[in-house]
């Protein structure tokens, strides 16, 4: 062994490795060659392309100098489902040779030349090729030719001492080799795993792990608890083979390890480390897919009590670190991976006779000591699989883990990596850091408007979301649920949530390790540990037996799957006829016959789908015409429930954003830091439309039953969308004329929402989409200027009569509140895409009110105010027009291209405030003034006056509306859309802080001025009208002041109600003003 001598860690290595050799040479050094001495050999050969594994056990007893037990065993998995048969062979009839010499012992010198000859067949090794050929008892006949042998000797400097110093000794004969196969007259090919055993005794408990991508890749895991001297320790030896890498780890080299082993759950868990190299693994398998007992060698001969137990379809997955570097080096998944625990850690321990069984006689057909059809642990009756059939060829993807979801991403690491790999690793990186921040239910919440919540609340949201789910869906209508799929169930929140709901058994599978153990570790605080259980599993290879679950739920789990008729194929075929499917996805918009999505758009999902490791795309249309035409479900809805969600991903950024987001972040590493850097991608797809939040349920359909049109069916629960929320549950109980759609069942109805409904609901659709608000303050500001111009002349003119001046207002206001509607309205239509975000509960994203309605509503009301106006033809009319065109005009470049002036917040300011405060008002004050003859007898000064006030409102309000109301999520809004907002550019806290400044000087200016008019006010009741409203404007200071300090910048909703305050005060100011006349 060469030793650095520069080294203290080596001379540490050197001398541990001295003193455990002395131990060993204590306690062996008198040991013989004589019994007991176990030899053995295992042969498995993977066929991934068809699912299927085999593996060949061979082994002899002596307790002497002679054989006293022989045993085969053939184990065959295939499809989830393993059977198996063990004999016991009368070792008179058995010979084992070393090149041409008859031997009883086996060693790792005899691997090239050995022969052994039993009356159910032969096995030979031969340099680097392996053959065997058996006919077992009860008629099974296996062949196969192993070629290319790759040798690996995992003992190390243990393997150069004296065969009868160790207790067990390994040799790896071949981690890869490409073999040729028949069984039953079915022929296949795969590659092949052979080992050899010998010594004294196995291990007081140990397990065993081997697995293959088919080629490129090779890992195997031995190890347990040794019993040396009467001291019992774990010692474990680890490989894992690919082309960049070969690593290997030793417990005998004092490299380190870490496991977690849970044989009565199927998993093991392991992290090895040495140097600056750590290696993690993650195995799992159910535990119905276990075999029976393997009889195994103990001191006194061949047992099963415990023996050992073995299943040949678990999922490992598998994960490189370099300890420079948080992000793995290299990263594996394997499936159909051998997972074996024996000994104490065989939870399946039973009594079983000891190697007692009568032996055949010679010459004869050995006596049959077993045969399994599979016998499997008593959790469920496993399904019996026919040897002969020929399996299906299945291609593999990625299981999803939810909850939110969903919707979290990762950057693609330097290294190319596959999909399935890019999905399990982010979850397993991420999946912690948001579990702390947001809880155990990760995915969207729902939401009916846009206003602000706390981190509590969007909890108590994404709960919300899974009720409204299950109440559009209809769970209970018929029954409820027993027994439950959570497909991708991330950490089991909604597993845990269904599980308590209906009472029912819940199952939940992802592709994360970590998920997994963070699901069954939350599940064991709730108390639901034994009701919920959860697995590592693959979404397009289900492995459960058809017809299982009465609900299948995938809520933000289809987004990760590559084949999306495979995906929704193993949902139906573990769906019980009757039963129910729910599923929850991202999908693109709907697109019509012909129509593929814009340049733009591609390029978006594209970006995302780098980020996230998303496949292609679909539509909730192309799910539906899956289950309705490939499957032939009933009962099918689909909905868009876009809307309902708008809030959830900025309050997710917006948590990242805290500092205890940060924190968490920087400690989920690099690559999950990366991933919520990229989450306004997501955003951005929801604000668009380009991508949509699509719900899908249905029925399988029960065999024999008349299901007739799907589409009837589907047609009539479609209706059953427009009811989303809780409220549909009241809703449905009232319109009792309307069938439901049940599972399996056919109904005739088209919609549950007549036509009077809808034509009722326009007016209110129509209101909301004029913004009211805005037209009170047109209302005010038009009545206040033309009673502030009328002011002075009052009780002076006799011609001045109310009834004209109400007439002639009333002219001027018609046509200006249409304006003001054409403005608003287009606004929002070349806002859209932003409103989706910012205020999803509009008319135009809420689906309210289609694009084409709102076009009809702002022009009709440009023309109406036109045509007004030059019907009426009042007095004055110049200047009406010019107060109206004006304000059209700044409206049209305001929001609409080439111009759209709210991209540059000071351009735009300046518009408003010309146009606005002085243009506008001076316009509807001269319309007045030349209408009602008064022109001539208003002071010049006053007319100076009003424009300054309202051009200093205008400024004001500029900076409450494109600031602070656009708060975070609007921030980012505009931000992603290229608008310069006040916000944007300096933040909203700081916008916020102007206008409430500049809002604060004119209340005070305002104050001041009334104080000062009050003086030289000419008779008590203007002096006393005057005081009281400079007194007023020092109270709205004082409440200014005071609602100011409740609001925190970062609070939307906070700000928004300041912003209405801020309106009131407005309102009132023009209400009051005239009183100062």
């Known amino acids: 062994m060469k030793v650095s001598m520069g080294s203290a860690r080596s001379y540490g290595q050197m001398f541990a490795r001295v003193g455990i050799l002395f131990i060993l040479l204590t306690c062996f050094w008198c040991a013989t060659a004589r019994g007991p001495w176990f030899n053995g050999w295992c042969t498995r050969i993977t066929d991934l392309e068809q699912g299927r594994t085999l593996t060949l056990i061979l082994g002899s007893f002596q307790s002497s100098e002679t054989w006293s037990q022989v045993y085969a065993a053939l184990l065959v998995s295939e499809n989830g489902h393993v059977r198996s048969e063990q004999v016991l062979l009368d070792p008179a009839n058995v010979t084992m040779h070393r090149g041409d010499n008859l031997v009883t012992k086996l060693t790792k010198g005899d691997q090239d030349h050995n022969l052994w000859t039993l009356p159910i067949g032969s096995f030979r090794t031969n340099v680097s090729i392996s053959t065997m050929d058996f006919l077992f008892p009860s008629g099974w006949r296996f062949s196969a030719r192993l070629e290319n042998a790759v040798p690996w000797s995992p003992e190390g400097w243990v393997g150069h001492l004296p065969t009868s110093m160790m207790p067990t000794h390994y040799f790896v004969r071949s981690l890869h080799s490409s073999t040729e196969y028949e069984l039953d007259k079915v022929s296949g090919k795969g590659v092949a795993h052979q080992e050899m055993n010998y010594g004294r005794r196995f291990p007081v408990a140990f397990t065993w792990v081997q697995a293959t991508d088919g080629g490129r890749i090779q890992m195997l895991l031995t190890g347990g608890k040794f019993t040396i001297s009467g001291v019992t320790s774990e010692h474990f030896i680890l490989t894992y083979r690919s082309k960049e890498r070969h690593w290997t780890f030793r417990s005998i080299d004092l490299h380190r390890f870490q496991a977690k082993v849970e044989p009565c759950n199927g998993t093991l868990a392991l992290t090895a480390f040495a140097g600056v190299r750590r290696l993690e693994l993650m195995i799992s398998a159910r535990p119905e897919s276990f075999s029976e007992n393997i009889f195994v060698p103990t001191t006194s001969g061949f047992s099963q009590d415990p023996g050992s137990s073995e299943s040949h379809s678990a999922l490992a997955v598998v994960r490189l670190y370099d300890r420079r570097s948080q992000r793995p080096v290299e990263y594996a998944i394997f499936r159909h991976a051998a997972l074996e625990f024996g000994g104490e850690y065989n939870c399946r321990a039973r009594t079983a006779s000891t190697a007692t069984t009568a032996i055949a006689p010679a010459f004869v057909v050995p006596q049959k000591l077993h045969t399994q059809q599979p016998r499997v642990r008593p959790m469920r009756e496993a399904r019996v699989s026919n040897l002969t059939r020929q399996s299906h060829s299945l291609t593999f993807a990625a299981a999803a883990a939810a909850a939110i979801a969903g919707f979290f991403a990762a950057l693609r690491t330097k290294k190319q990596r596959s999909l399935q790999q890019g999905i399990a690793d982010f979850y397993d990186a991420s999946t912690g850091v948001w579990v702390e921040i947001w809880g155990d239910h990760l995915h969207h919440g729902y939401y009916e408007d846009n206003s602000w919540r706390s981190l509590e609340q969007h909890q108590e949201a994404q709960v919300r979301m899974i009720e409204e789910i299950l109440s559009w869906a209809e769970v209970e209508a018929v029954e409820a649920p027993k027994s439950v799929l959570d497909v991708g169930c991330g950490v089991g929140g909604s597993s845990r949530f269904l599980q308590k709901k209906y009472a029912a058994k819940v199952t939940g599978i992802t592709l994360s390790p970590k998920q997994r153990e963070q699901a069954a570790n939350l599940s064991m605080r709730t108390g639901q540990d034994g009701l919920c259980n959860f697995e590592v599993a693959d979404a397009l290879q289900m492995p459960f037996a058809d017809n299982s679950f009465d609900l299948i739920w995938s809520l933000e789990s289809g987004e990760h799957m590559p084949q999306k008729s495979k995906f929704m194929s193993e949902m139906h075929r573990v769906c019980k006829p009757g039963g129910r499917i729910i599923l929850v996805t991202w999908v693109h918009r709907d697109l019509q016959n012909g129509e593929s999505l814009r340049p733009k758009e591609q390029r978006l999902l594209d970006r995302i789908s780098k980020a996230y490791h998303l496949p292609e795309w679909c539509s909730i249309a192309d799910y539906r015409k899956i289950a309705a035409e490939d499957l032939g479900m009933t009962g099918l809805k689909t909905t868009d429930w876009t809307q309902y969600i708008a809030p959830f991903w900025s309050a997710v950024i917006q948590s990242a954003l805290q500092p205890r987001g940060w924190w968490a972040l920087l400690r989920g590493g690099a690559e999950t830091f990366r991933g919520a850097l990229v989450m306004p991608l997501m955003n951005r797809g929801y604000r668009t439309g380009t991508i949509r939040f699509g719900l899908l349920t249905g029925c399988k359909a029960v065999p024999g039953s008349t299901s007739g049109s799907t589409s009837s069916a589907s047609s009539a629960s479609t209706a059953q969308a427009a009811l989303p929320t809780l409220a549909s549950k009241f809703v449905r109980r009232k319109l009792r004329f309307v069938p439901r759609a049940a599972c399996g069942q056919v109904v005739s109805s088209t919609s549950t929402t007549s036509s009077l409904e809808n034509f009722l609901k326009l007016p209110k659709t129509i209101w909301d989409f004029t913004r009211p608000h805005t037209l009170i303050g047109t209302f005010l500001s038009i009545t206040t200027v033309h009673l502030f111009a009328v002011a002075p002349v009052i009780g002076q003119t006799p011609n001045l009569h109310f009834a004209h001046f109400a007439r002639l207002t009333l002219q001027a206001l018609a046509p200006a509140m249409l304006v003001n509607v054409y403005i608003t309205g287009l606004n ?79 351009l735009a300011a300046f518009s408003i405030i010309v146009v606005r405060g002085i243009v506008v008002n001076m316009g509807f004050y001269a319309f007045i003034v030349d209408a009602m003859g008064i022109a001539g007898e208003v002071p010049a000064g006053r007319s100076v006056l009003a424009a300054t006030f309202f051009a200093v409102f205008g400024l004001v309000f500029l900076h409450v509306h494109a600031g602070p109301i656009q708060d975070v999520p609007d921030v980012l809004g505009d931000r992603a859309n290229h608008i310069r907002s006040l916000s944007v550019r300096i933040g909203p806290a700081k916008a916020l802080r102007i206008a409430s400044a500049v809002l604060k000087v004119l209340l005070i200016a305002t104050g001041f001025a009334f104080a000062v008019g009050a003086g030289t006010a000419a008779g008590l009741l203007r002096a006393t009208l005057r005081g009281a409203l400079a007194f007023a404007a020092l109270l709205f200071l004082k409440l200014l002041r005071h609602e100011e300090k409740k609001v925190d910048a970062e609070n939307p909703k906070q700000v928004f109600d300041f912003y209405m305050f801020v309106w009131k005060i407005f309102y009132v100011s023009y209400i009051l003003l005239p009183l100062a006349m």
């Open 828 to 906: 929002q239509i070349f806002d859209v895409e932003i409103d989706q975000q910012n205020k999803p509960y509009l008319p135009i994203p809420s689906g309210r009110l289609s694009l084409t309605s709102a076009w009809i509503v702002v022009l009709s009301s440009l023309f109406l105010a036109e045509a007004m106006t030059l019907c009426c033809q009042p007095p004055g009319l110049p200047y009406l027009q010019l107060a109206l065109l004006s304000s059209a005009i700044l409206g049209s470049a305001y929001s609409a291209p080439p111009l759209r002036l709210k991209r540059f917040p000071f």
